[in-house]
Nanobody, 121 residues
Framework: QLQASGGGSVQAGDSLRLSCVAS????????VAWFRRAPGKERKFVAV????????DYVDSVKDRFTISRDNAKNTVYLQMDSLKPEDTAIYYC????????????????WGQGTQVTVSS
C-alpha cells in the first residue's frame, strides 16, 4: 500500500528527493514518517509530518538538511535530502500512523518496501 522511490547512488554533498505514494482510502487521516536502516543497524526515525502538513519533526542529524512535505491531493509524501553525507547511506522506508506523530517504529501501521540511498565520499 506504500510505494517508496527516488533512492540512488550519489556523492557527498548531492541531493535526492524520495517519494512515498500511499494507496489508502483516507490518506489525510495519517501522519507519515520516514525511517532508515543503515547496514547492520536497526531501523531509526528520520522525519514525520502531520496529516495536515503543518507540523513536522526531525531527528537532529538531518535537521537543516532534510525537508519532509506532503501533497494530499496526490497521496504522496516527499523527503528532500540535501547536503547528503556518507552516514546517510541506508534503506529509507515510509510509514503511516493514524494516531500520533511518533518516532517509535512500533507505532506505525503501514510500511513501504524501502528505497536504497547510497552516499559516497
Amino acid at each position: 500500500q506504500l510505494q517508496a522511490s527516488g533512492g540512488g547512488s550519489v556523492q557527498a554533498g548531492d541531493s535526492l528527493r524520495l517519494s512515498c505514494v500511499a494507496s489508502v482510502r483516507t490518506f489525510t487521516k495519517y501522519h507519515v514518517a520516514w525511517f532508515r536502516r543503515a547496514p547492520g543497524k536497526e531501523r531509526k526515525f528520520v522525519a514525520v509530518i502531520s496529516w495536515t502538513g503543518t507540523n513536522t519533526d526531525y531527528v537532529d542529524s538531518v535537521k537543516d538538511r532534510f525537508t519532509i512535505s506532503r501533497d494530499n491531493a496526490k497521496n504522496t509524501v516527499y523527503l528532500q535530502m540535501d547536503s547528503l553525507k556518507p552516514e546517510d547511506t541506508a534503506i529509507y522506508y515510509c510509514a503511516l500512523d493514524s494516531s500520533t506523530m511518533s518516532r517509535a517504529v512500533n507505532n506505525y501501521e503501514y510500511w513501504g518496501q524501502g528505497t536504497q540511498v547510497t552516499v559516497s565520499s
